[in-house]
Nanobody
Framework: QVQLVESGGGLVQPGGSLRLSCAAS????????IGWFRQAPGKEREGVSC????????MYADSVKGRFTISRDNAKNTVYLQMSSLKPEDTANYYC????????????????????WGQGTQVTVSS
């Protein structure tokens, strides 16, 4: 069964850090681009960051540049999102998704390209 499972969310104070994990089961992530998306109540889903299958290409939304870092460990079949200097506006449910398109250097923040989605992990930034 193809599955993506996010973990690492929680409650953190402004300025704090969290590391989200996206673990795949039932398939190998090696050739998949992985995206992280988030959705807050009453807001549209937003592409946060993404990484190509090779790990050589990464992209970030302007709102998180310099604060978030995406990485992958294909040996562990896992992708990570390190989030630092968190702000209350980062509060959302965070989802990871996988796409098999465009070769090992392709990636995109467009949700339409992604085939497999996890259930999400909640991140709340509040004092």
């Amino acid at each position: 069964q193809v599955q993506l499972v996010e973990s690492g969310g929680g409650l953190v104070q402004p300025g704090g850090s969290l590391r989200l994990s996206c673990a795949a089961s039932g398939f190998s992530l090696d050739y998949y681009a992985i995206g992280w998306f988030r959705q807050a109540p009453g807001k549209e889903r937003e592409g946060v960051s993404c990484i190509s299958g090779s790990g050589g290409t990464t992209m970030y939304a302007d709102s998180v540049k310099g604060r978030f870092t995406i990485s992958r460990d294909n040996a562990k079949n896992t992708v990570y999102l390190q989030m630092s200097s968190l702000k209350p506006e980062d509060t959302a449910n965070y989802y990871c998704a996988a796409a098999l398109l465009g070769g090992s250097r392709w990636t995109s923040l467009g949700a339409v390209y992604y085939n497999y989605w996890g259930q999400g992990t909640q991140v709340t930034v509040s004092s």
